[in-house]
């Protein structure tokens, strides 16, 4: 993401509430500054390993079949979502897990 789409964002957050103007003026300082990105705008302690990809999980408006969650989490994983449409395929398939797996992704995973 590069710093004019990054601030557009934190313009976001801070337009519905989310980021208060303490917290904004921060990360607004620390992309101008350059400073890698370190958490979810709000600096602290640093997330533990694997929390910024699942808050990161999206289910995708473009390479869908169905839902976009093969396709959000092929982006996530840096996986080809066909991939993981064969992985819920054989999921179903065999124990018949799969359709449950994905129906719940679905409904709880947010979209792009």
Known sequence: ???????NK????H?????????????KARVLSGQPHAGPY???AAPAPGVSAVNGLRRARVDRWIG????GIARATNLDS???RLIF??????FGSGILVYILLWIFVPEE
Do not use: H, S
């Not at 993401?1 to 601030?7: H, Q, R, S, T, Y």
């Not at 337009?15 to 990360?27: Q, S, T, Y």
């Not at 976009?68 to 396709?71: D, F, L, M, Q, R």
């Not at 395929?89 to 065999?94: I, R």
């Open 1 to 7: 993401m590069n710093d004019a789409e990054e601030l």
């Open 10 to 13: 934190l313009a976001e957050l």
């Open 15 to 27: 337009a519905r509430g989310v980021l208060n103007d303490e917290e904004f003026a921060k990360a």
């Open 42 to 44: 709000i600096t602290g």
């Open 68 to 71: 976009g969650v093969c396709g």
């Open 82 to 84: 066909w991939i993981w």
């Open 89 to 94: 395929t054989v999921l179903f398939l065999a």
